[in-house]
């Protein structure tokens, strides 16, 4: 994290996230228009199909998952373009469909109260006038791949393409702790949003992060992304980024920051968002009465990307292939291809290093054999974790992080 002199960073800039009094949104609470191009996810409990959009506000060519609320899915071959995914194709995942479609940067506040010596209101000028820091990180979905479990489980079935990562441009959460003056025996900070509940008398979304950790000095709240200020469907006009956690701690169009005494009780903490307090998060499909805890830091992932699942290419004795990798909590270490269903294994190059939290590229080379050639990756973090042959299973469908394969047809 560092001082940052980009897009966003100047007085202009300033002036001009600012002059747009409402940021219009039509058509964003309305059913968009379906494209009739249809993606097949090849989720093995099939109904595998969904259409690609472009209706969304903000939004170009979207797998879509869901209308109310938005869930877009990222198309994988958007990540194979950079190792930064781009605004107008990076995932959407909310979980009300109350979303506000404008906001009026004049009257919006971030307020800060609970255990804290001075409660605050902070305009977003107040906000655009602290010091900055830039970071890049991925925003990973808890059930990113839950359509790959098996057996399946409940919940929006993602492919691989719930995620993104990005240059978030904002201010340190500590810093605006620190202005409030945080309290002796403080022991959480919870975060709450403008979107709302739906139903009646059903719990606002709110997640919460220890008092240490919410004041790191790598949590921040950003306000850019990718040298541009935030999309709506991304969290305008300032999110939470929780760098190396699962993007349900990533609050958007935060609101609220309350400093708490005690632990937070509520339900997004005490009931969602679980997993199994076993090695990997794997329990065994139907099993119950399982000790869990609240998810927490990513683990390490890697996909092929330079080529579809089941695409037919002209027999070579070798083909190049890249994709991308994240070490989850830390950087990537190296990655490895096979395409021998994992007998041999062959180094890969790794790309720029763009920060710790970040994706990285990685390219190789593997033999191939006339007919499939189920092509391997596999990706080892700087903490030394590597990604597991096989996957896990968690009535979440959270975390999934085994090897992946990409099967290429030579003929």
């Known amino acids: 994290m560092y001082n940052s002199d980009a897009a966003l960073a100047g007085e202009t800039s300033r002036r001009r ?22 993606v097949d ?40 373009k950079s190792v930064f995914t781009p605004n107008d194709q990076f995932f959407v995942r909310w979980h009300w469909a109350d979303i506000p479609t404008s906001i009026d940067v004049e009257t919006f506040r971030l307020n800060v109260f609970g255990h804290v010596n001075r409660p605050l209101s902070i305009s977003l000028a107040q906000l655009l006038r602290l010091p900055r820091v830039e970071m890049a990180a991925v925003n990973q979905c808890s059930g990113n791949s839950r359509g790959l479990f098996q057996p399946r489980v409940a919940g929006a ?40 509940p739906v139903v009646a008398g059903a719990p606002d979304f709110e997640k919460a992060l220890d008092i240490d950790h919410a004041r790191d000095g790598e949590v921040m709240i950003a306000f850019g992304m990718n040298g541009e200020q935030l999309p709506l469907l991304n969290g305008f006009p300032c999110r939470l980024i ?21 632990p937070d009780d509520q339900y997004w903490m005490a009931k969602a968002y679980k997993i199994p307090a076993t090695p990997g998060a794997n329990v065994a499909p139907g099993a119950k ?104 299973w968690n009535p979440g469908g959270f975390m999934r992080g085994n090897i992946e394969t990409t099967t290429i047809i030579a003929a």
């Not at 472009?54 to 109310?68: D, E, T």
């Not at 340190?172 to 022991?187: E, I, Q, Y």
């Not at 190789?364 to 896990?392: E, T, Y």
């Open 242 to 262: 929780v760098p190396g956690w699962y993007s349900t701690y990533w609050v958007k169009m935060l609101n609220a920051i309350e400093v708490l005494p005690g």
């Open 41 to 80: 996810l090849k989720l093995p409990g099939g109904n595998a199909e969904r259409p690609m959009t472009s209706a969304f506000p903000g939004k170009g060519s979207m797998i879509l998952q869901r209308v109310h609320p938005p869930l877009l899915e990222t198309p994988m071959e958007v990540f194979d």
């Open 289 to 392: 009465d399982f000790p869990t805890v609240p998810i927490n830091r990513m683990i390490p992932r890697s996909w092929m990307t330079s080529l579809p699942d089941g695409q037919a290419i002209a027999y070579e004795a070798s083909i190049p292939v890249g994709g991308i990798a994240m070490g989850g909590d830390c950087g990537v270490a190296k990655v490895d291809v096979s395409s021998d269903g994992g007998r041999t294994w062959y180094r890969t190059t790794l790309g720029a290093d763009e920060g710790k939290y970040s994706f990285r590229r990685w390219d190789g080379r593997v033999p191939l054999r006339r007919g499939p050639n189920p092509i391997m990756v596999r990706c080892w973090n700087a903490n030394g974790v590597a990604q597991p042959m096989k996957p896990i």
């Open 17 to 38: 996230f600012l002059s747009h009094a409402v940021l219009g949104t039509a058509g964003l609470a309305a059913a968009p228009a379906l494209a009739q191009q249809l």
């Open 157 to 196: 079935q993602w492919g691989n393409g719930a995620m993104g990562n990005a240059k978030w441009l904002g201010v340190r959460l500590r810093d605006v702790l620190d202005l409030a003056g945080v309290k002796p025996g403080a022991v959480q900070v919870r975060f709450g949003a403008l979107d709302q």
